[in-house]
């Protein structure tokens, strides 16, 4: 079975938690959705893609950032001019009002995602990342990417425990089949659905395992050719 490995660089990022308001809490990897959305965008699709993801790696340490956040009372304000020192405009507008916000970002990231889809997908995926022309992001805008190595490689089932490098985010249906595995269970979003207006997310139950933990290979686990482990959310496509 063959997969696109991506191997990601970030100097900073933040993979906002939902709700999050005075603090912008982030993940300690990027959730799948996002890195699904990511991927939709190199593809500029219009419709979702089937596919699976595979999200691990590690940060060197967590920063607090503090920024000033502009909100608008308003549907529409008064026409002013933006700045790089702010708003060119008196804050004591009635129509805006600010407030201070905590931001954490994760420095100096290494990120390892293997998706698999239709061959197609993947062989698309790897040309349009490895030939664009515009600078890829991950999380906010400014969470810019550098592509260490973007390859289709074959992977196989693991034929004995997997030892986790950095961290990953495991289906809880793995953890489930190994014994003593810590982890940080969470519910990420996957793919949403319009249900009387409102927007619905069917959610993946994750946990998040730290550095050096082993998960069996009696698991769903598969292994790539460096022997990278691969925890897919869901059964493979195909």
Excluded at 92 to 117: F, K, R, W
Excluded at 137 to 148: C, K, Q, T
Excluded at 175 to 203: A, H
């Amino acid at each position: 079975m063959k997969v696109l490995r991506l191997k990601l660089y970030q100097q900073t990022a933040c993979y906002k938690k939902p709700f999050a308001s005075k603090v912008a809490e982030t993940y300690p990897l990027p959730p799948h959705s996002t890195v699904k959305g990511m991927l939709h965008a190199v593809l500029e699709a219009n419709e979702l893609i089937p596919m699976q993801i595979s999200v691990q790696g590690g940060y060197d340490t967590l920063m607090t950032d503090y920024q000033i956040h502009y909100f608008f009372k308003q549907h529409s304000t008064p026409e002013f001019i933006l700045t790089t020192a702010g708003l060119g405009m008196d804050r004591q507008l009635e129509e805006i009002t600010t407030m201070p916000i905590y931001t954490h970002m994760l420095y100096d990231v290494n990120l390892v995602i293997h998706v698999q889809a239709e061959q197609s997908v993947m062989e698309e995926l790897e040309h349009r990342i490895k030939d664009s022309s515009t600078t890829l992001s991950l999380g906010r805008w400014e969470d810019l990417l550098r592509v260490d190595e973007c390859e289709i490689v074959e992977i196989e089932s693991a034929e004995r425990p997997v030892v986790i490098h950095g961290g990953a985010f495991v289906p809880e249906r793995i953890l489930d089949e190994t014994d003593d595995v810590p982890y940080s269970p969470y519910r990420l979003n996957w793919t949403y659905r319009i249900v009387n207006g409102v927007r619905i997310w069917d959610k993946l139950h994750m946990g998040y395992v730290q550095d050096g933990a082993a998960i069996s290979d009696e698991a769903d686990v598969y292994v790539d050719d460096e022997g990278q482990g691969i925890y897919f959310s869901e059964p493979m496509i195909g």
